[in-house]
């Protein structure tokens, strides 16, 4: 060997070595760093609801003055109690001192109401205001305080706008542990069983780990700069996109690298062409999804707004680290990293007729599709459409806040017995904001709606911050409850830029369809009596009739222009018309089907009370992006098989070559987003449902059934209008310097890997 060939050598052979070390070590140095901040996430996350609404929402601008009336930032919780039949004197005075003891809290935000009495004299009711920064640990004190005060047979509960804050809160503190650990469990026992090394699973999880820490570090700070707005379920979403999608680009990968091993290629030449086959899918579809959650961008809910680039981050890390950190790894470890199943060199090659019996599940998959196409997509095509038929039983209008928490709910509980003895949206009023000059004539509309008890206006004077209104002779009379038995002088009303706040009692639950009817009549009405915009109407019930009519909005507008993004991706990656728009035709198929399913089960299963208007959208997103995904695994490989062997064979060759790997990533995906389902949020749930579902739809039956078979039944016309459509391509021989071996004839690429091999 010459001076200049050393030379090469050993520089070829520290590129080999000295690439993949700094690699890894950048990506060990990035997760050590944003590993930390799993614990830090709710440094800059909320979950209070009107704060995903848009600016010029009417909730979102009235909860934006409503210090300005009421003095302090804060969410008003309800403590109701009972005791034994009607409360005597005794349980009014400790209740009482329950009200100063609770004034003394450091996360109270004001004023502590005395014990207000119901007209059954069974129940008591005190106003207590939390400070909005920290609801859920100052909600836990309140309910401490309430355990430690008060002796049986009195009993209490924390309910109101703060008591549901902070149940919702309780139910996402599982997300940085519980979900991960689910999730990553679930994921390791799949790739155990399908792969059948201890080694391989653990490259694949440190795959998608590590993309997940950098991805929050980046979130992470993002959120804390105030871009976007960061809340338990798009964390949630986040954590569990990341780990499905990096570990199925990982598969991806891992089985071109499988197959270059198995074609005899040594590590460093596998690990190169497990890369340029991979990297074209991976991201494709990678931006396929990062696509379809930008659109989200769309949405007028800052919440939707914040999920499109949040995940899209995360997307792109796991791209990434399947394209960086992974082939760095197994650059390492190479073969060892399947052990003990490691591939024997030669085992590599596809079947030269899958027309053919063969062995093995894939091939005899491609045989049956080749024989039966046509039967194949209409059986399928008629079974999705009947599974479709489904979704005229969802019912994505909305849900009340009570039932946002599955299981135990204090707030919930708490609010049932206050509808036994009080009106039922006690503590969670509709704030008008109307001009001080038009007091009285507002006040006379509220106190006609049937759906309003009482009626209060916002008073610094008073105690409780809100004084009683009512009109004699045309005027507005205020009066404010003090401690049984001490006088209270009459208060005015606080105003803030010529305006009054007036607060309403309503007479059914906040959350209830009643009370949205309610405030959309109460809208209406004073639109009519003042003109548009010059009073304003919010409170938690219009929070929610705002970001259920935003989500309905949102949800028409943004599913078709998905649908068009991801059509026109796939036409730049297939050089085709036909084939994108076929592959688009079966994934709203099979979300449809998802749906139609979901909804069936939702209803007769889960006796779930309904779903929120996002979750059909959100959905949406996630299986059309992903479900893509797979087809784009599928389809690209067809292409290129198909410009080697012609379309049919193409199609035949592809199917079984990713048969395995994209199996194996829809049970990854599909188990992940399954762990979703183990954090006791409706939202969650129902998406971890739909989209588990629809995976596993799109994996077993379009992917493997539906996509082939049509695709197999039109033949070249697929790829119209391109070259192929118009040619196919014939298998070239290979002269060997002797008799042509079947397999070399088919798999030329695989022939001259092994030469290569046998001349190293």
Known sequence: MSLRQRDRHTTNRWVRIGIPVVLVLVWLVGGAVGGPYFGKVGEV???????????????????????????????????????????????????????????????????????????????????VPIDGDEVRDSVEEVRALIAEDLDAPLEAWVTGAAGFTADLAEGFLGIDGLLLAVALIAVFIILVIVYRSPLLPILVLLTSTFALCVALLTVWWLAKAGVFVLNGQVQGILFILVIGAATDYALLYVARFREAIADGAPRWEATTRAWRGSFEPILASGGTVIAALLCLLLSDLATNRALGPIA???IAFSILSALTFLPALLAIFGRAAFWPFVPKPGTGALPADLTKPAKGIWPRQARFVARHARPVWIVATVVLLAATAGVLQLKADGVPTSEFVLGASEARDGQEVLSEHFPAGSGSPVYVIAPEDDLAEAVELLEDSDGIEAVAVASADSPTGQATVTLEDGEAVFAAPGPPGTPVPAPAPSVADGDVLLIGTLTDAADSTAADDTVRDLRVALDDAFGDGTTLVGGVTATDVDTIDTSIRDRTLIIPVVLLVILAILMLLLRSVVAPVLL?????????????????????????????????????????????????????????????????????????????????????????????????????????????????????????????????????????????????????????????????????????????????
């Open 45 to 127: 996350s909320t979950n209070d609801q009107s704060t995903f609404l848009p600016e010029s929402a009417d909730a979102t601008q009235v909860s934006e003055r409503l210090a300005d009336f009421l003095g302090e930032d804060s969410i008003p919780a309800v403590v109701v109690a009972t005791g034994d039949g009607e409360l005597t004197e005794g349980d009014l005075a400790a209740l009482q001192t329950l009200a100063d003891d609770l004034a003394d809290l450091d996360g109270i935000a004001g004023e502590v109401s005395p014990p207000i009495v119901s007209d059954d004299g069974e129940s008591a009711q005190l106003f």
């Open 312 to 314: 899209s981050i995360g």
């Open 584 to 760: 688009i035709l079966s994934v709203i198929v099979s979300f449809g089907a998802a749906l139609g399913v979901s909804a069936l089960v939702f209803n007769n299963v889960f006796d779930f009370p309904g779903a929120d208007p996002a979750v059909p959208l959100y959905g949406f997103v996630f299986l059309v992006a992903l479900g893509v995904d797979y087809n784009i695994f599928l389809m690209s490989r067809v292409r290129e098989e198909s410009i080697t062997h012609g379309t049919r064979p193409g199609i035949l060759r592809g199917l079984v070559a990713t048969g395995g790997v994209i199996t194996s990533a829809g049970l990854v995906l599909a188990a992940t987003f399954a762990a979703l389902g183990v954090i006791p949020i409706l939202f969650l749930a129902q998406i971890a449902f739909i989209v588990a579902f629809g995976v596993l739809l799109d994996t077993f039956v379009v992917r493997s059934l539906l996509v082939p078979a049509i695709s197999y039944d039109i033949g070249r016309a697929i790829w119209w209008p391109s070259k192929l459509s118009r040619k196919d391509a014939e298998p070239k021989p290979v002269d060997t310097g002797g008799p042509v071996d079947e397999t070399d004839a088919v798999a030329p690429a695989t022939r001259a890997a092994r030469r290569r091999t046998l001349v190293s």
